[in-house]
């Protein structure tokens, strides 16, 4: 322990003009945080500024602080010093713990003290959000500087690093057609390759500090933004909600939350429905459907669903689909929204198809309903919420959302179906220092000068399900918007 905390000592007289570099740039952005500053709004590219600059401050802290000694070559002083390589490897680790790890997790609890928030309830949130910092930020900050000799092969690695993400996102959209949505799910993908980073930088550290093998730790770093690159680009993998489900509160019996198609409802449309620029391309159907035996209390979220057409002519899936397309539920009944090939639909369009799906739901429970004014509300279990005078938003801000939060005008009635915003991951995972991320909430119910209260409306996940449907005998041409050509394109 002396030989570490001797290096430790003289890392920390070397490398204090980066390490007060890294705690300025830390305090301005925590000051300038919109959440503290009011005069945010007045000058937002004033405010970008220190975001950017703090990372690149902590970047240059932990460079220098490898760099202190170099691990490329065989003639390196501190291979005739008296301590090994494990020495200097838990120096360099112990000096970002104290000088980078400390003082982020201080000025996020500075943060929530400032604006309101009880930092205690929330120190397991910040402990999490201080592992993805250490992945994302510190160990690859770290493995770039081992494997360089110098601040310019430093800045070239990171040129190519960015090049091979931007080559790699580029091409998985060009394959996938869109950039993947897990939806709130994306938890899930953001632990994976957290996984894969952390894995792969750490394997990188320990090759080059026990046998100085820069060439296989370059290899590594590389399969590493391969890996990471395929796991952050990658559809959404149908086990995905089966790991959601682990986090269930509440114990969902099978005969619960049946899904059906509407045989009393066939050849109707509905009232009314939108288009979105987001919309798939295709020939829309509007299936009548049923969501029967909702458990007492419950209301429910659709998720994602999967859909498939099977005729004599061949089988269409759409695969895992991110927007809404089981919708409007309101009394048990709902539509399913589906965009279809069109070459499937002109050859399939009077023909018998079968129908089948999978849907994955969320059930909510409500906790409570807070009047939303034009003060700072504390929210519990979610953060601080600032309703906009005059207005049907509200600026929120959240070190972990616990709760769904919803901006409801007039009573804040339970419905049955609730929105996509609810919190699904059972921990944070952003990586950003900032103690707080930014939730934009819009009122559900349309705009009314009638209404004269706006309500915080809060609920809270406790089951995730799956369910499937089929049905035989369908005719896709009963199911067409009247308004849609064969084609699949508005006349």
Known sequence: MKRILGIFRKDLRHLWPQT???WAMLAVAAAMDPVLDKLHSS?????????????LACWLLVVSVIHGETLIGDEQYWLTRPYSWKHLMA???????????LPVLVCQIATLAAVGIPPLPWLTALLWRQVFFTIFFLLTAAAVAAVTRNLGQVLLACVLLYAAFVAAFGLSQTIQGRWSDWGNLDWIRVCGTALVVASGTALALAMQ??????????????????LATLVMTAPRWGGAF?????????????????????????GTQPAHWETRSSDPSGVRLEIPMRVDDVPQGATVGIDQTSVSLKSARGTWRSGWLTFQTLHDLSQGTAWLTVFVDPDFYNASADAVVELGGTVDLTLD??????????????VPEFGLCEPAVGSTMANCFTPFQQVSVELVAGNPVFREETSLTGPYAPFPTSASVRALDAVLLGKFSPASATYSTLWLVMCRPVAHIERNFQVRGLRMSRFRLPWQSPAGLEP
């Open 43 to 55: 000058w937002p590219m004033m405010h970008q500024l220190p975001l950017v600059l703090e990372p």
């Open 20 to 22: 007060l570099l890294f």
């Open 209 to 226: 500090y026990s046998r100085r093998a820069t060439a296989l730790s370059r290899a590594a770093l590389a399969a590493t933004v391969v």
């Open 91 to 101: 120096a360099k680790g112990l000096f970002l713990v104290v000088l980078v790890n």
């Open 242 to 266: 089966a790991i959601q489900r682990l986090s269930s509160r509440e114990r969902i019996g099978d005969a619960a939350v049946r899904v059906s198609i509407d045989q009393s409802r066939a």
């Open 365 to 378: 429970r409500r906790v409570r309903a807070m009047v939303a004014d034009d003060t700072q509300k504390l």
